[in-house]
């Protein structure tokens, strides 16, 4: 197995999204500046994605929660790294937004301690335009693996 695999398995919290525009102009966070997110890198080749927008966000949503959904993304599927390149390619299997089932996205990773830092390497269409989208995770502790874990076992019981 890859260095840059084993690097990448394990469970990472979003620290901040930020999207830079193609022609020029100020960097924006869609998400608010505070979001919420989830990466999960398992051993067995799959991975799985959940983004929230931050409560400064949500707070705008209308009656129906339209303004929340579309605060929300999410994609699973199989993943591979390109050590060469320091790339890794989600093959999206299911997604919050079903146009990106069945496509790929990857994304430019570097780390820094428990810090692990994403870029588009294709651009995305974010509000009508052409940008790059700039990831930072941080490496969740066994601690709060363990808690997550505890958590889900009382859920499970719970049903």
């Known amino acids: 197995m890859s260095t840059l695999k084993n690097e990448l398995i394990g469970s ?23 979001p919420k997110g989830l990466l999960l890198y398992g051993q067995d080749g799959f991975m799985s994605l959940q983004l929230s927008a931050s409560e400064e966000i949500s707070r705008v949503e ?32 299911t997604s919050s937004f079903p146009l990106w089932e069945g496509t790929k996205q990857v994304r430019k990773v570097d780390f820094e301690g428990d810090v692990l830092f994403q870029k588009t390497v294709e651009p995305i269409m974010s509000d009508g335009q052409q940008v790059h989208g700039y990831m930072t995770w941080k490496r969740m502790d066994k601690e709060a693996e363990e808690d997550l874990l505890l958590t889900e076992q009382v859920v499970h019981f719970e049903v």
């Open 62 to 93: 209308d009656k129906n929660n339209v303004r929340s959904l579309q605060g929300y993304m999410a994609f699973s599927g199989k993943y591979t790294v390109d050590p060469n390149y320091a790339h890794v390619t989600c093959f999206i299997d």
């Open 12 to 34: 990472w919290r979003l620290l901040s999204y930020i999207e830079i525009p193609l022609r020029g102009g100020d960097s924006y966070f869609p998400l608010g500046k505070s």
